[in-house]
């Protein structure tokens, strides 16, 4: 089932996710609904929480071909080595119409659960590693604008009450 994606400034996105200790069946369906709602939004990464369920779970898919056989779930996903350096333009399902260059990690070592509860490890570059630190910071309650300078977040903030004014 495709599920609303919640936007900023909805708190619930500022709210950290809970571990997720056994994988259930209501898991499951969770994980099913938010690779449904990434790939139909369409988009390359999404976070439990952007749909309003604090678990630590992400789905992330860079292919661009907006089909499974790609897709990356990663339960209590943990980030277990990090260098390098990235500044690459982001966007995030729950922040439209913005997108600003962020830094990041140019590397990470991932290790997390699969659906199956098989602990896997990732080895990280470029777009996938940039996702995958992206995805985990929903999971703390943090969004890709939180990364901004005091300036640039000020600009955005300002776009952001200019936009829900007009939607009035
Ligand atoms: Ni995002």
Known sequence: ?????????NSELKKKSAPI?????PIRQLVHDMAE???AAPGVGLAAPQIGAH???VVID???KNEPPDLIVAINPVIVHAE????????CLSVPDYAANVRRYARVIVKALDLEGIERTWKAEDLLAIAFQHEIDHLEGILFVDHLSALKRELFQRKARKAAEEKR
Do not use: F, N, W
């Open 1 to 9: 089932m495709i599920r609303t994606i919640l936007t900023y400034p």
């Open 21 to 25: 200790t056994i994988i259930t069946d």
């Open 37 to 39: 709602t990434m790939y």
């Open 55 to 57: 678990q630590r779970v």
């Open 62 to 64: 860079i292919s661009g």
């Open 84 to 91: 390098g350096e990235a500044y690459e333009e982001e966007g």
